[in-house]
C-alpha cells in the first residue's frame, strides 16, 4: 500500500498586522503615474534592483490596488467580470503568502527525498 504525503503547512509569520498596517500606510503621491515615478519605481523593484523600502513599498501596494485584495469580487450577472477579479485577487494572495510564509529549514526533514 503506497504512503500518502501528508500536505506540509505554511508557517506564518507573526507580524502580519504589522505588515498590513505598513502597507496602509504607504503614500502614492498625486500625478505618481504621470510624473514616470511609477515606472522608475517597478523598474528599481523588478529590474534593476536598486530599490529602497519605499519604492517598494509603492510597487506593493500598486499591485495590491490593482488586484482588489480586499475588496468584494463578485460581479453582479457577469460571471466572466467575476473571474477576473478572482484571478487578479488570487494572484495578490500568493504574493502575500510568499512574503509571509517562513521558508522551511534546512535541518528539517523532507519526506519526499
Given at each position: ?14 507580524d ?21 515615478q ?5 523598474r528599481?523593484?523588478?529590474?534593476d534592483?536598486?530599490?529602497d523600502?519605499i519604492?517598494a ?8 490596488n490593482?488586484?482588489?485584495l ?8 457577469d ?29 528539517e ?5
Amino acid at each position: 500500500m503506497p504512503t500518502t504525503r501528508r500536505k506540509r503547512l505554511p508557517k506564518v509569520q507573526d507580524d502580519i498586522i504589522e505588515f498590513t498596517e505598513a502597507m496602509a500606510a504607504v503614500d502614492i503621491p498625486s500625478g505618481y503615474r504621470r510624473s514616470g515615478q511609477e515606472h522608475r519605481d517597478f523598474r528599481a523593484v523588478l529590474i534593476d534592483c536598486t530599490a529602497d523600502k519605499i519604492q517598494a513599498r509603492r510597487v506593493l501596494t500598486r499591485i495590491f490596488n490593482w488586484g482588489s485584495l480586499l475588496a468584494p469580487v463578485h460581479e453582479e450577472g457577469d460571471p466572466y467580470a467575476t473571474h477576473v477579479r478572482i484571478g487578479a485577487q488570487q494572484l495578490c494572495q500568493r504574493i502575500l503568502m510568499a512574503l509571509n510564509s517562513l521558508p522551511k529549514q534546512a535541518d528539517e526533514e523532507d519526506p519526499g527525498g
